[in-house]
């Protein structure tokens, strides 16, 4: 493609005061945003700062409420996609907007605005995705591909319209680190062309990596505007988070303790075509611990954790063992009876009831031995009410929940403090065995570091934990050893001190077995 040349001097992209509004709630509060000819502009925030919202309004796909938005020196209003892209701007959303039964070609031809054939879609996407470093094949069903090669369809369908401006919202969020590297090198070519990068991230790491200017939002608001290579991680997550963020501490390693949990050659049947099957799944946890495990969302995680827990028991009753004893084919509750604890991935709120009060959600999540402490009178299961507001406070006091008044609705906390809340809830049980799944998965950084401390001090305990998460930086925090699922299959683990972020990438890739000898 041909490089791009500034019809002005004036910057790209200049927005004053952009404002969104949904009911009374500002989800972007006067934004002023500026973006120059061929730089990568990172746009940084925790989840919920207004993002994605900010580049929808650019992109025509929510108006403005007030501000503007102006492009090369002239005020547009941009009341559509199509118009978006008639100025030059494309966009790669956060999730895929493809049709599964189509072809790469098909569903590129659909998002364009003009009638161009089928064959000469092919041909100019094949071109494309050459010239970018992007391997796609036009006559392949979306279906058979990989996440990593639907969003390289996104870009090249972008890319097909010539932009000045791309904007790609949390696009490494999905793939492994290799897969973002290579990423990285289209972005620089689109650089070196004279094009605009827009670049939504959380991560600090590779925002200081490729990104030339950052701005960052907290609630809805601009709080700084930096040369991110001119930052610490310090400084940005402060920016990000409004206050300093707590490192976690590790003691140096206290040494390990008997083997609470053991899974032994587990195989498990998709229960819906979605599903991931497990396959031949063998790990083990001692007490003192902390297993992670790595992986790209989707390749069996979820599937690993009801397996674990009993939400989906095997067959083979040995296959899986808590503290000695065969569990495999119980559910939770009999699990639980042996001291283990469990936290499922937090989409949405579904470790809580948000109507209820966070006691009775405490006395929710707890089974019937449990429960003992808090009832009383036999046949009547009167509740202790009193009791089970002292443990809810006393969860709330460790995890350093912020909510309003002394046992307000679950739903009335945000999506930080409630996560942090039931996590607390677990550990409160204080388990033998702890799994939980996405700890911190659009938790804020302050909650994250308060979570990932708890667990980490829980294994410091005695307990064994298993973490299943998306994120390195986590896995590098709280991780002992370090493991990676894919596809429904888990690699050997490694002690943590052993690993890199290239090691787990090819591990998350599926490639296992690179070096069994100083696997464990
Ligand atoms: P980010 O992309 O930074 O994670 P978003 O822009 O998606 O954040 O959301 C910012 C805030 O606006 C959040 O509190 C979100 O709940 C709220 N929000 C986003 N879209 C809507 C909508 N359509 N209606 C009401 N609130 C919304
Ligand atoms: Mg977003």
């Keep these: 493609m041909p490089n791009v040349t500034p019809e002005s001097d004036k910057p790209l992209l200049s927005v004053r005061g952009l404002t969104k509004l949904f009911g009374s709630f500002a989800a972007c509060d006067g934004i002023d945003l500026e973006i120059g000819h061929g730089e990568i502009h990172a746009l940084l925030g925790e989840n919920g700062a207004g993002k994605s919202t900010l580049v929808k309004m650019l992109f025509g796909i929510l108006a403005p409420s007030s501000g503007e938005i102006g492009w090369e020196g002239s005020v547009r209003d941009i ?104 990423l990285f090198e289209t972005l620089f070519k689109l650089k070196a062309e004279g094009r605009s990068v827009l670049y939504i991230s959380h991560r600090l790491e590779e925002v200081q990596r490729i990104c030339d200017r950052a701005t960052v939002l907290r609630h809805g608001k601009v709080t700084g505007a930096c040369d991110p290579r001119s930052e610490t991680p310090a400084s940005l997550a402060r920016m990000m988070v409004g206050s300093d963020v707590a490192s976690v501490m590790r003691d140096d390693d206290t040494g390990l303790g008997d083997i609470q949990l053991r899974v032994s050659k587990l195989d498990l049947k998709a229960r819906t075509p979605f599903a991931i099957a497990l396959k031949d799944l063998s790990l083990t946890v001692r007490a003192g611990e902390v297993l992670a495990i790595a992986g790209v969302a989707g390749n069996g995680q979820g599937e690993l954790f009801d397996a674990l827990s009993g939400e989906y028991p095997a067959d083979d009753n040995e296959a899986v063992q808590i503290r000695g004893k065969a569990v495999g084919s119980l559910g939770i509750n009999a699990r639980r009876l042996l001291g283990a604890g ?9 470790g809580a009831v948000a109507t209820l009060p966070l006691s009775e959600n405490l006395l929710l999540a707890r ?13 009547l299961k009167l509740i202790r009410h009193d009791t089970v507001r002292s443990a809810t406070q006393r969860i709330c006091e460790a995890m350093d929940v912020r909510k309003s008044g002394l046992d307000p609705a679950a739903g009335s906390l945000s999506g930080g403090n409630l996560q942090k809340f039931i996590v607390g809830r677990e550990l409160d049980r204080q388990p033998t065995v702890l799994v939980v799944n996405q700890p911190t998965w659009g938790v804020d950084a302050g909650a994250a570091s308060r979570i990932r401390q708890a667990l980490v001090n829980l294994a410091r305990a005695g307990s064994a934990v298993v973490v299943i998460s998306q994120d390195l930086d986590e896995i590098f925090e709280v991780a002992t050893s370090i493991a990676a699922i894919s596809e429904g299959r888990l690699s050997p683990s490694y002690p943590a001190a052993t690993m890199t972020r290239e090691k787990i990438g090819l591990l998350m890739g599926g490639m296992h077995g690179l070096e069994t000898a100083d696997a464990h």
Excluded: C
Excluded at 342 to 350: A, D, L
């Design 79 to 182: 009341v559509s996609p199509a118009a978006a892209r008639r100025l030059g701007i494309g966009m790669v959303f956060q999730h895929f907007s493809l049709f599964e039964a189509l072809t790469v070609a098909e569903n590129i031809a659909l998002a364009l605005d003009e009638d161009i054939s089928i064959d000469e879609i092919a041909t100019k996407a094949a071109e494309l995705s050459k010239a970018y470093g992007l391997p796609l094949d036009p006559a392949a069903h979306v279906a058979d591909l990989s996440v990593g090669e639907r969003q390289r369809i996104e870009i090249v369908r972008a890319l097909l319209q010539n932009p000045k401006l791309i904007i790609l919202d949390e696009p490494t969020s999905v793939l492994t680190p290799q897969e973002a590297d290579r």
């Design 342 to 350: 469990f936290v499922p991935e937090e989409r949405n709120g579904h």
């Design 367 to 379: 089974n019937q031995s449990d429960k003992r402490a808090f009832l009383a009178g036999g046949w």
